[in-house]
């Protein structure tokens, strides 16, 4: 059974970096995307970013990459701002499903 982890979410300070991290267990077949999301209070998942491209409000300040050796994808948050507060979500789609972790929450704030 696949299952993805996340974790590294916390409090964090405006102008601050945190780093999270997203393991990937289960046999794995055809991965298509690894993605990171972001679902704030309110409001709807909306796509962060893969190693390829990125959202506008997050170009220069995070950073995806991946260890194919750990089975793990991160995202580099760097210059974090009030507005980045949000559960992050990792996802991986493959040729058989879209999987999704159970999110780890990132608050910025004074």
Partial sequence: QVQLAE?????VQPGGSLKLSCVVSG????????SWYRQAQGNGRELVGTVFNYADFVKGRFTVSGDGAKKTVYLQMNGLKPE???MYYCNMKTGRATYWGQGTQVT???
Avoid: C, E, K, R
Wanted: glycine share 16%; no cysteine.
């Fill in 84 to 86: 980045d507060t949000a």
């Fill in 7 to 11: 974790s590294g979410g916390g409090l």
């Fill in 108 to 110: 910025v704030s004074s």
């Fill in 27 to 34: 046999t794995i077949f055809n991965i298509y995307t690894l």
